[in-house]
């Protein structure tokens, strides 16, 4: 998988002299497994007056960040991960100037975390704080696509597994996938998590590798189904649900996941019978805006 950051370029509720938005580039290591302690990863921030936004910028700030992770010994990334959408052009535009491949992806946990302390305990301390909500531009409406058909499970179904069952996580035998720490949710928190079984396993999870999985949820209206969200826009769905029944389990589901702080997870396997996991990946469905 190699190193993964996590990039936000975005305006931020701080007003300089000119009463016009400072802007921010924030890059962090990314929470790839369930041993990351988050307080240890690297962070670095930059404040950007607003007449500065741009790719050179953004290319500038990437590699101060890179230089200063490695005079710490910390590896430069890999690649980079980023979720928001109206900002893809610039931020695509100044990666590929910084020679870092980068991705939109809405799995952005550390992100989301440092971004959530810092609009509690930084900005509002700092000079031309404001209320005023930042400008946004709200990503297009899903439009689930149907999975290949090469690649469609035979069976799924839900389980669920205690957060205190996710401990000794780096044991499993899986093939595909990641993990992210779960030190928030206490032990005995129900995990809901969707496992899907089909003969071509493998073919499935290395697909499901390469589309950033930010995580699954229940589309209700004239065609309820399960739907897996991945990137910054996309949607496949997993599976129909054509009964009452198969629809009221899965609402059942929805409602564990918003017990859990949204952390849930899906697993592909050969069977039911299986002691191995072609692929697993834990999930959180985060509020990012």
Not at 57 to 71: V, Y
Not at 77 to 90: A, D, G, K, L, T
Not at 146 to 175: C, R, S
Request: hydrophobic share 45%; glycine share 6%.
């Amino acid at each position: 998988m190699g190193t993964v950051w996590e990039l936000d370029f975005y305006s931020r509720p701080v007003l300089d002299e000119n009463q016009k938005k400072l802007w921010e580039v924030l890059l962090c290591e990314g929470l790839v497994d369930s041993q990351t302690d988050s307080a240890q990863t690297f962070r670095y921030s930059q404040f950007v007056p607003s007449s500065e936004v741009n790719s050179i910028t953004l290319k500038g700030a990437i590699e101060a960040a890179i230089a200063e992770a490695t005079s710490q010994g910390i590896m430069p990334p890999s690649r980079i991960r980023f979720f928001r959408y109206q900002m893809q052009n610039m931020i695509l535009r100044g990666c590929e100037e910084a020679g870092v491949p980068a991705r939109p992806s809405r799995r952005t946990m550390a992100l989301h975390e440092w971004l959530r302390d810092r609009n509690q305990s930084v900005y509002p301390q700092m000079e031309g704080y404001t209320t005023a909500p930042s400008p946004s531009v709200a990503a297009p409406p899903p439009n689930p696509q149907p999975l290949p058909d090469a690649l469609l499970g035979q069976k799924w179904a839900f389980v669920t597994l205690e957060a205190a069952a996710f401990a000794d996580l780096p044991e499993w035998d899986i093939g595909f996938g990641e993990t992210f720490p779960l030190a928030d949710l206490v032990a005995n928190t129900p995990i809901p998590g969707l496992l899907i079984f089909s003969p071509r396993a493998t073919a499935l999870a290395a697909w499901m590798s390469g589309l950033e999985i930010a995580y699954w949820r229940i589309e209700a209206g004239k065609n309820p189904a399960i739907v897996l969200e991945t990137g910054a826009t996309d949607s496949w769905i997993l599976a129909g649900l054509p009964n009452a029944k198969l629809l009221s389990e899965a609402q059942a589901f929805e409602a564990a996941k918003a017990r859990a702080s949204q952390v849930h997870f899906i697993g592909v396997q050969t069977s039911p019978e299986s002691e191995s996991f072609a692929g697993f990946w834990l999930l959180q469905e985060l509020p990012l805006g």
